[in-house]
């Protein structure tokens, strides 16, 4: 056979061998990934690095357990009484006072919650201002108060009684409803309060002596 003739003959048998190959397969795009790709040296550096970071990094310590105390005063080991009252000049303020009825000593620390309600004991609009000083006190850091049975506690409930803007009238509530520190309960007594300014009431820390007289 001429080389000419051979050469042809494998030239024809060489492209039926690709048209048969590309005619098993399918093209598709590349599969899109939430993480790119990095392009550059440094690129891979990093990833290389963070990678080995995350699988070499030392778990941190445990926190060191605090010391065990008295647990937190819970609702049912308190009783709630409405102290002392003062005003001036369009504000008004009363100390109320916390008692640790149980036979278990426990603990207060922080501000209480405050909910004015009506005579049928409903909530009626309160906002609450936690506060370290007032128009009646100064000052008053948290702290932690310990109530040993019989013990008790203080803070400072205190309003405006002059409207505000557009007020026509200020919610007026005739119970009060507490939730002592760091607790869901509430303690409810029977008080007098006209707040001004949407019922916006402050209200001072527990502290383990009285405010005022």
């Known amino acids: 056979m001429a080389q000419a003739q051979r050469r042809h003959i494998a030239s024809g048998l060489l492209t039926a061998a690709m048209a048969l190959a590309l005619g098993g397969c399918t093209l598709q795009s590349p599969i899109a990934t939430d993480t790119p790709t990095p392009t550059s040296g440094s690129a891979v550096a990093a990833a290389t690095a963070t990678s080995t970071t995350a699988a070499t990094a030392t778990p941190a310590p445990h926190a060191t357990p605090t010391p065990s105390g008295p647990p937190i005063c819970q609702p049912n080991q308190l009783s709630l009484a409405i102290q002392t009252s003062q005003g001036a000049a369009g504000h008004i303020a009363q100390q109320d006072q916390f008692t640790n009825k149980s036979n278990a000593t426990c603990t207060l620390?922080?501000?209480?919650?405050?909910?004015?309600?009506?005579?049928?004991?409903?909530?009626?609009?309160?906002?609450?201002?936690?506060?370290?000083?007032?128009?009646?006190?100064?000052?008053?850091?948290?702290?932690?108060?310990?109530?040993?049975?019989g013990g008790v506690a203080y803070f400072i409930v205190e309003w405006s009684?002059?409207?505000?803007?557009?007020?026509?009238?200020?919610?007026?509530?005739?119970?009060?409803?507490?939730?002592?520190?760091?607790?869901?309960?509430?303690?409810t007594a029977a008080d007098s309060i006209n707040a001004c300014n949407g019922g916006t009431l402050g209200i001072s820390p527990v502290e383990p002596n009285k405010i005022w007289p």
């Open 109 to 149: 620390y922080g501000y209480p919650g405050a909910v004015m309600l009506d005579s049928q004991q409903k909530p009626i609009a309160t906002k609450t201002n936690w506060q370290t000083t007032g128009f009646s006190y100064s000052n008053q850091q948290k702290q932690l108060v310990t109530l040993h049975p």
């Open 161 to 187: 009684d002059v409207p505000v803007g557009t007020e026509t009238s200020c919610p007026t509530a005739t119970y009060l409803s507490v939730t002592p520190p760091n607790d869901f309960s509430v303690l």
